[in-house]
């Protein structure tokens, strides 16, 4: 029940260190320069979905939010997702101050995590409810709670360290090739 507890206070504090971001981004912007202007108002239609989201999830009901934090039985039978959240925002109208006024709608997907990787990587498009939601990056939130880990690839042989990622040569290379036939950019980053 801890363990729930702890995992549903750790969303709630990404959510908000995420608003606090993009309030500071914002309040670091100038609209005397155009630019600087509409990625102000992109962020401040960003900042308003983000705490609708915020308020949605604190009005869902107890018994979904128990199944999430795994408290009790899900029968859907669905495999492991990862979730895209969208901000759709479009602009209109002008403001007082003649820049434009832009509104947003938070949409959020759910893919087999399979998918996710290759499907909802930066750069990438995704198609649904009749939108083009162009994947412009990952939210990392930064701080002791990390949403990552440092893997390090060998791209000769394929070798995965994810424990101690720092290496300067493949071990798994190493043992099957003497030291002088080892590639020089095995495991190295």
């Not at 670091?28 to 630019?35: A, K, P, S, V």
């Not at 869902?60 to 759709?88: E, S």
């Not at 893997?151 to 290496?167: D, N």
Request: proline share 5%; hydrophobic share 30%; charged share 30%.
């Amino acid at each position: 029940m801890e363990k729930a507890e702890r995992a549903w206070d750790i969303d709630n504090q990404k959510l908000r260190t995420r608003i606090r971001t993009i309030r500071a981004a914002i309040a670091e912007l100038r609209d005397g320069y155009e630019e600087q202007a509409r990625t102000k108002a992109e962020l401040e239609a960003e900042l308003h979905a983000t705490s609708k989201h915020g308020a949605a999830r604190q009005r869902r009901p107890a018994q979904k939010v128990l199944c999430d934090l795994g408290l009790l039985p899900n029968y859907a039978l669905i495999d492991a997702v990862t979730t895209l959240n969208a901000t759709v925002y479009w602009p209109e109208g002008k403001t007082a101050e003649g820049r434009d006024n832009y509104k947003s709608k938070s949409y959020h997907y759910e893919r087999p995590r399979g998918f996710a990787l290759s499907e909802l990587a930066p750069g990438n498009t995704f198609y649904a409810e009749d939108y083009k939601h162009r994947i412009t990056g990952i939210d990392i939130v930064t701080g002791k709670d990390q949403d990552w880990r440092h893997w390090r690839f060998c791209p000769s042989c394929g070798y995965v360290r994810t424990e101690t990622p720092r290496m300067t040569s493949c071990p798994a290379r190493a043992a099957r090739t003497p030291a002088s036939r080892i590639p020089a950019a095995c495991g190295r980053s």
